[in-house]
């Protein structure tokens, strides 16, 4: 009696990509999220490739995972690919110290954060 596999969580024609321990607050990376949700693949590529923000280029690495991921796994078409969902998580909080006037110390956190990228074909109707 084996283990039945667990279904997949997304439909069938989608894919998905999951970035962790990204070295930045989830805060200031949802705001690049933000911008690519609900666009075209190649217009979400060029958004990410002439941000000012540092982040949006491990957010254009995680988007080209799930590009690739959707080609090769799913055998779906790349022209037809649309950012559905973008999200962010929170992940591990680095503490630190840092020496104050008289003795003191305060606490210094640095965040860490995930994102998931997932990408869905769009049919002949859409």
Known sequence: ?????????????????????IRISPRKLNLVAQSIRGLKVQRALNELEFSHKRIARDVRKALYSAI???ENNHN??????????????????????????????????????????????MGEAA
């Open 1 to 21: 009696m084996a283990k039945q596999a667990k279904p997949r969580r997304l439909g069938g024609a989608e894919a998905m990509a999951k970035v962790t321990a």
């Open 68 to 70: 690739s991921n959707a």
């Open 76 to 121: 779906l078409d790349i022209d037809n690919l649309v950012v559905s969902e973008a999200f962010v998580g929170k992940n591990l909080v680095m503490k630190r110290f840092a020496a104050r006037a008289r003795g003191r110390a305060s606490r210094i956190q640095k965040p860490f954060s995930e994102i998931t990228i997932v990408v869905r074909e």
